[in-house]
Structure formats: structure tokens, C-alpha cells
């Protein structure tokens, strides 16, 4: 990849605030001028409402909503554009996998002890309105996903909903595995795709996933969206979580007849400039290619953790391979909370990363530790800015632990 050309592409690296390292990448990404100006463009030349209206300006919203629908299909290997829901994030999606009535009492949901809240508390959620048992599957210290204690967890269980890849370690569950024992079991699987998508190729045909979860805000897209993907009979399955005006046909006081999936979904107005700078964000990864930046985002991992393993004090998240953790490198240092490292190395260094427990707190509690400081790389971080990164926490820890 050119990566100062990338740069180019994205208006913070032209700004005052040029020389800054941005490296929470994990929890919110950058977005190209190329997503914004989509985006600006539905606000300037078709500022109207799509779906419902049939004006030559409402039209024109429809068609660039349908485009969108297109491109994300194809980006995730699905062959059917009416399969893809739009969202307000991920944490939507998933809410409406867990509160969609699939499942029934007494059934079984299996999750990991590395889910994100968003996958962890509407199950919580449910089971306080219907008789649902949540189980979950260990992580063993080695940091990588246990295969046999998975299969072990299985028996009885009717939905496995897990991350694919966890935003602590940036390790990636061996999901085609998963998801074939989980099929000879005769359960659904839902993975939450938030870090995945982001980062490397993803096809849910080739996974044969029943649903698929991930947020337009982490892959160079606008804040406030998200997508669900779904089998066809899931979709026809599924409750929608909201009900209202767009995602029915005709209602009567006694009688309501939903849309065929995916409008009876996406009821209300929608986010018609979001939606299309999702479409502009997925547009500018594939050009690029997620290969490529998967190999990229290793490299720079593997440039960190060489230069900060034997670092004294230094505590890095297993797995200890950094080509296992994606683009995350999580740490911690002897004697300091993860919230002074990161508050210290952007007054330092300019080096913005994040802190604390990161939306997983199960996993942290679990293992009696305080959080961890987390660096997230992306497409357009650069070798000179990781190891800017290095020098400033080795100089944080001479500092602070002399």
C-alpha cells in the first residue's frame, strides 16, 4: 500500500493537529474525504426522504440507498443485498439477534468470556422475560481459543452468538470450525464482526454464518451506523426490534402486516447520509484490498511488540505472537493504570491510545485485572508513528518506574 498517499485522503493528517499519532483505531477510525463528500452530497443535492415519497428527489435518495445495500453485500461475500441490514451500529444488530425471538424456553445461548457488552448484556437482557440459559467458553491463559472446551459447551445449546475477533487480544476465533459443529449440533451462529470486518477479508457464504454483525464507524464509515446480515429464513424468523412507518405495508387497528425483510427492519427514518458513506467507506477498503491491510496492520504489531517486549514492568496480553492479535497491541505497565499511560503518552509524544476495560468487563474482572492501555493500528498508521509509539512508552517507563 502507499500509505502516504493514503494520508492524503484523510483531513486530519493536512491539519494543525497533523503531527498526532492516532492509534485507537479499534474503537473509532479516520474517515477519507472520500466518505465525507457521499455523505455531504445526499445533505446538498437529494436532501429528501427515501423509500417513501416518489418524487425525482426522494427517487434518488432510494436508488443511492439500494447501491449501498449492493456494495456491502458484496464486501461480505453475500450474494443477496436483502440479506443486509441497516443499523445503528453494531450494538443494534446484535440486539436484534438476541431480542428477536429465535430462540425459545429453555433454549441455550453460548457466548465467550471475551464478548463485548454489546454481545454480553442483551442476553442478560432476555433471560430476565424469557427462560433463556446462557453459557460461556473459557479463554485458556495462552490467550487462544480452546476448540475442544467449545465443543465440549455445545450440547443443548441452540444459538452460539461470539465475537469473531475480540477487541482486548485482536485474536480471531477459528469461526469455520465453529460454526460446522455448531451446524451438526443444530444451532445458530451469530458472530459479532465488529473488529473483523474492519480489518480482513470476510465471506458469511463461505462461512455459511446465519448472522453477522459489525459497525460502519470502525472501517473508515459514519458514526451512528451498523449492519446485520442474516439468512434469508432467518430474517423471516425474526421479530423486528422496532416496529413503525417504513417497515410495514398496510396496518388497520386490529391488524399489522410487515414488509418482507429488509424493510420491515429498518422502520423510521433512516440514516440516508450514513448509509451512503457506509457505501463510500466500503468503496475506498475495496479498492485498497483486506489483505493488504491485514498484512499491514501485522507488521506494524509485530514492529511494537519486538520493540517493547523486553521492556522492564512491561505486560503484554497473550497471545505473545503478535501476527495472532490483528492490528491490537494491549499492555500494561508495572505500577501504573492504564488510564495515566495513555493520558501521559499523548501529553508526551502526542500518541493517542485507549485505557481501561474496554466494554469487556467480565473478562478483566474475571482475571483481577485493572483494564489495559490498548494500541489499535490502521490502514494509514505508518512505521515511523509505531515506533514513536515504542520510544514513547519506553520513555514513560524509565520515568515512572526508576
Known sequence: MDIESIRCDFPLYSSEDRDVIYLDNACQTLRPRQVMDAMNEYYELYPACGGRSVHRLA???????????????RFIGCDDPRSIIFTRGCTEALNMVAKGRLLKDGDHVLTTDMEHNSNHVPWFQVAK?????????????????????FRNALDGVAMVSMVHTNNITGTTLPAEEIIREAHERGALVCLDGAQSTPHQRIDVKSLDVDMFAFSSHKMLGPSGMGVLYAKPEILER????????????????????????PDRFES????????????????????????????????????????????????????????????????????????????????????MIRSGMHCVHPYFVSR????????SFYLYNTEEETKRFVAAVEELSSVFSS
Open 129 to 149: 422475560h424469557q427462560d433463556i440459559r446462557h453459557r460461556i467458553v473459557e479463554t485458556p491463559s495462552s490467550g487462544i481459543f480452546d476448540l475442544d472446551r
Open 59 to 73: 427517487t434518488q435518495v432510494s436508488i443511492r440507498v439500494d447501491e449501498a445495500r449492493e456494495k456491502v453485500a
Open 368 to 375: 483481577k485485572i485493572d483494564g489495559c492501555a490498548r494500541a
Open 238 to 261: 425474526m421479530e423486528p426490534l422496532i416496529g413503525g412507518g417504513g417497515g410495514v405495508g398496510l396496518t388497520t387497528y386490529d391488524r399489522v402486516e410487515f414488509l418482507p425483510p
Open 268 to 351: 423510521g427514518l433512516m440514516n440516508y447520509s450514513g448509509i451512503i458513506g457506509t457505501g463510500a467507506a466500503v468503496d475506498y477498503l475495496s479498492r485498497i484490498g483486506m489483505d493488504e491491510v491485514q498484512e499491514h496492520e501485522r507488521r506494524l504489531n509485530g514492529i511494537a511488540t519486538d520493540g517493547l517486549k523486553d521492556l522492564p514492568g512491561i505486560s503484554i496480553l497473550p497471545p505473545a505472537d503478535p501476527s495472532l492479535r490483528s492490528g491490537i497491541f494491549s499492555f500494561n505497565l508495572q505500577g501504573m493504570t492504564s488510564h495515566d499511560v495513555a493520558m501521559i503518552i499523548d501529553e508526551m509524544a502526542k500518541v
